[in-house]
């Protein structure tokens, strides 16, 4: 199934309108994603979650995966620059926004959105 602008829209409106009500659930339990390894980066909890609001359609990446280890909601991926360092984002939505990667990209990102008009 190939994935337009169209669907990833859809999919950041759902995941922002469930984080708003309900806020972000965040897998920090891993080195890369917990609060010390964004500190490094210069990003706090609250400059997290701004980025994670700031996702457009043209920061998608790949998605959705399926979520074959937790058996959860479809992932999508995003990547977004701060500071000049390219941060990877992997979120996904179900009954509550789920932000299970949050940490500097660890290999380039394909944005094939990025090209198009909005």
């Known amino acids: 199934m190939e994935i337009t602008i169209d669907d990833v829209r859809a ?12 806020g972000i659930i965040y897998r920090d339990d891993r080195q890369k994603n917990n609060l010390n390894s964004l500190l490094q980066l210069g990003i706090n909890n ?4 701004e980025i994670i609001f700031s996702l457009e359609d043209i920061d998608y990446s790949q998605g959705p ?3 074959t280890l937790n058996k959860g909601a479809e992932m999508w991926v995003f990547g977004k620059d701060y500071n000049d ?3 990877y984002i992997k979120i996904s939505v179900s009954n ?14 394909n944005f094939p959105f990025k090209t198009q008009e909005k």
């Open 85 to 87: 360092i390219d941060l």
């Open 11 to 22: 999919f950041l409106n759902e995941f922002k309108i469930k984080a708003k009500a309900f």
């Open 65 to 67: 995966i399926i979520d």
């Open 46 to 49: 609250v400059i997290r979650e």
């Open 96 to 109: 509550r926004a789920l932000c299970i990667s949050f940490h500097e990209a660890e290999y380039p990102l």
